[in-house]
């Protein structure tokens, strides 16, 4: 498949680009790829660049698995489905934090009170994470969520549930980008099967 990579540059296009070549994937990448006659993109850039990022793909006809997190989704579901394409966002891309907002959101139904922190590295640009927010909202609650950026840190959740005489923590921890990398290639598989507008979550094609 012919992929458009916008963001290639990046910390975790940097990662995902020679994955994608290595599945078998021609990548078009470069400050501004040519969407055009791609079969699909995948943007990991910056919250500001996703609607122009995207518009140029559904100007082309061009389903988009999105990585980056802290856009507007419902302008994207709305220029999706005035162009008639899939698009695909999961907040995280890891298999790993999908099971950790599963646990999460079962261990909700049992414990009177939670708290989610989330720690990423000092370059992720929105607060709290697209990761927190998501599992906050399938909790079906409203935790308190506490943001920590730092050097260091890659990606990294725990979920700390409390009851009379007893706590309940589940964490999950990246510690290499390379872990978004099957979720990428699932949601590039799935993307065109999808209904026109944004599907949000990777549960959503597992």
């Known amino acids: 498949m012919k992929v458009a990579l916008f963001g290639a540059g990046g910390k975790v296009g940097s990662e995902l680009g020679p994955a994608l070549e290595a599945a078998g994937h021609e990548v078009v990448a470069g400050p501004s790829p040519d969407p055009g006659d791609c079969a699909a993109a995948v943007d990991f850039t910056v919250p500001d660049a996703v609607a122009a990022n995207v518009s ?17 989704h419902s302008a994207i579901d709305r220029a999706a489905r005035d162009a008639g394409v899939p698009c695909f966002h999961a907040p995280n891309f ?24 989330e720690l990423h ?8 994470s697209g990761t927190a927010k998501a599992t906050a909202e399938r909790m079906g609650t409203t935790p308190p969520i506490h943001s920590i950026r730092l050097p260091g840190l ?9 009851a009379p005489g007893e706590t309940l923590t589940i964490r999950h921890d990246t510690t290499s980008r390379e872990a978004f990398v099957p979720g990428v290639l699932l949601a590039l598989e799935k993307v065109r099967e999808l209904p026109a507008g944004l599907t949000v979550g990777l549960d959503a094609i597992l």
Not at 121 to 128: C, F, G, M, Q, V
Request: proline residues 5%; contains cysteine.
């Open 56 to 72: 140029r793909c559904l100007a082309a006809g061009v389903p988009v698995v999105i990585g980056t997190t802290g856009f507007d």
């Open 94 to 117: 890891s298999q790993g934090a999908v099971l950790m907002m599963r646990f999460a959101e079962e261990a909700a139904k049992i414990f009177p009170r939670a708290e989610i922190v």
């Open 121 to 128: 590295s000092e370059a992720k640009r929105d607060a709290p």
């Open 154 to 162: 890659v990606a990294h959740q725990e979920v700390i549930f409390g």
